[in-house]
């Protein structure tokens, strides 16, 4: 991934919020209503919590009407600035074991980041870099300046032909690599996985 590539590039600036008091059972709704994979609980514009999708459902399956969202919200662990390079801000989610962190720009939220948001990121940018080396190619064909044209391929790389999967995305339903996918019901799918 391009280490030039900041935060505020890849995330979300609209995010779905509710208060702590909130029903867990409306905030889910809401979540549905919205495609969210999680909401962000907020005390007037601070951020106090996270609740996810499936802490939601939990509640929810339990049919428990009145619990409130501070019940169930998670802390608001990882918070990253919003100029912070994406590389770094993925990391600190991986440590953190999340699929998001909260986007603050002079410790005020501006966004919400997520795992898909870095997956879009690194897609786009695979393209840009794709594109570029394109525009570098030298008017007898080769790149990089190699007069030979002799740039990697499957016999060099080890029998992988990297442009086969530089295109590839990974379906978030079964796990495939895919040319294309569909967003379905908040998810990036196959067309396998799509016609289910």
């Known amino acids: 991934m391009n280490t030039d590539v900041t935060v505020r590039d890849a995330m979300e600036r609209e995010f779905v919020g509710v208060s702590e008091s ?36 939990g509640v929810v399956l339990d049919d428990e009407d009145e619990t409130p969202v501070s019940a169930v919200m998670t802390d608001p662990e990882p918070i990253v600035e919003s100029e912070m ?48 080396s394109q525009e570098g190619a030298s008017a007898d064909g080769s790149e990089f300046g190699d007069p030979g044209g002799n740039l990697p391929n499957a016999e060099t790389n080890g029998g992988i032909d990297s442009e086969t999967y530089s295109s590839q995305s990974i379906c978030e339903v079964c796990g495939s690599l895919a040319r294309t996918l569909s967003n379905v019901n908040g998810q990036l799918v196959c067309s396998d996985c799509r016609e289910v």
Do not use: H, K, Y
């Not at 409306?26 to 999708?53: K, Q, T």
């Not at 993925?90 to 074991?97: F, G, L, Q, T």
């Not at 909260?102 to 940018?125: F, H, K, N, P, S």
């Open 85 to 132: 390079a994406l590389v770094v801000a993925e990391d600190r989610m991986r440590s953190e074991a999340t699929p998001w962190a909260l986007v603050v720009d002079d410790g005020e939220l501006v966004g919400l980041l997520t795992e898909r948001d870095i997956l879009m990121a690194a897609t786009l940018t695979q393209e840009e870099l794709r594109a570029d």
């Open 22 to 57: 909130d029903p867990v059972r409306a905030a889910a709704e809401l979540m549905f209503e919205e495609g969210a994979d999680c909401i962000v609980v907020l005390r007037g514009n601070e951020p106090v919590g996270v609740v996810s999708s499936r802490a939601a459902l």
